[in-house]
C-alpha cells in the first residue's frame, strides 16, 4: 500500500495500523489485512519492511531530538532505503516540515503538551499557531 493508496482511501474506510517488533509479526499482520506496519528503526532489522512488500511499512525515527534536521533527514533516508514508505516522527514540527519538504513522506502527531503550557484549550492554541500562514 503506497501513500496514495492511503491518501485515497482516507475517510472512505478505515485504516489499521499495527506496531511491531519482530519480522514474523509482520508477516502475521501482513496476513491479517493490516494496512500498516510500524516498528522502529534499527539499520540491523530493516529486512522486517522488506518482508512485507505489499503492506506500507513506517518505521519510526530514533527517538529523542536530533541533533539537527541534517541527522534527522539522514536517518530518515536510511529508512526509506530500508525498505519503509514512510517514517514515523516524534520530533518537533519544523523537523517534520523539513523532511516533507526533502520528500519524506512522515507520519506525525502534534500531540499535546502539558496542561500549564496550553491552559484549557488543549491542543487548540497549538493548532492555530502553526496554521497560520507564515
Not at 513506517?58 to 530500508?82: H, K, N, S
Request: proline fraction near 6%; glycine fraction near 8%; aromatic fraction near 8%.
Amino acid at each position: 500500500m503506497t501513500v496514495k493508496d492511503l491518501l485515497e482511501a482516507k475517510g472512505k474506510r478505515t485504516i489499521n495500523y499495527v506496531q511491531v517488533a519482530r519480522e514474523k509479526e509482520a508477516i502475521a499482520a501482513r496476513e491479517a489485512g493490516i494496512d500498516i506496519v510500524g516498528s522502529a528503526f534499527v539499520p540491523e532489522q530493516g529486512h522486517s519492511a522488506k518482508a512485507v512488500p505489499d503492506t506500507h511499512f513506517q518505521f519510526g525515527l530514533p527517538w529523542g531530538i536530533p541533533a539537527d534536521v541534517t541527522e534527522a533527514l539522514r536517518d530518515a533516508m536510511a529508512a526509506m532505503m530500508a525498505g519503509a514508505q514512510s517514517v514515523y516522527c516524534g520530533y518537533n514540527p519544523w523537523v517534520v516540515e523539513a523532511l516533507a519538504h526533502h520528500g519524506v513522506p512522515a507520519i506525525c502527531n502534534v500531540g499535546l503538551a502539558r496542561p500549564r503550557q496550553l491552559g484549557r484549550a488543549g491542543s487548540r492554541r497549538w493548532a492555530r499557531r502553526w496554521n497560520k500562514p507564515r
